[in-house]
């Protein structure tokens, strides 16, 4: 796995820590998960000054488009070979509002699978 960070060191996310952890867990171990072959990548950008973002990057099997409107629906898988009961993404999303941010799939990305989490900070 890669990090890349344009966040100084000392740059502090005033948050429900355990809620912000479980969702990075969540988008890489669906990375893990999908990516047989390749890299991950860990991203951290602020955008604003109001804003940062976490970006969850694979060069895994992807989501095909026509999945893509599916994915944060609960219970929704996109195949019924792999583990999990179809409710981390639409959970981590749902944590990323109630934090008062998003978590979206990049629709620009096609390496592989890409989620951008932001916070307002």
Known sequence: MTKRSALPDTFTINSDQ????????????????FTQH?????????????????????????????????????????????EGVGLGLPLSKRTAKLLGGDLILDPHYRNGSSFIFTLRI
Do not use: W, Y
């Not at 890299?39 to 095909?64: E, F, N, R, Y």
């Open 18 to 33: 355990e809620k912000v952890r479980r969702i990075l867990t969540e988008l890489l171990d669906n990375a893990n998960k």
């Open 38 to 82: 390749g890299s991950i990548t860990l991203a951290c950008s602020q955008p604003d000054a109001h804003t940062v973002k976490m970006t969850v990057s694979d060069t895994g099997i992807g989501i095909a488009e026509a999945d893509r409107q599916q994915i944060f629906a609960q219970f929704s898988k996109i195949d019924d070979f792999t």
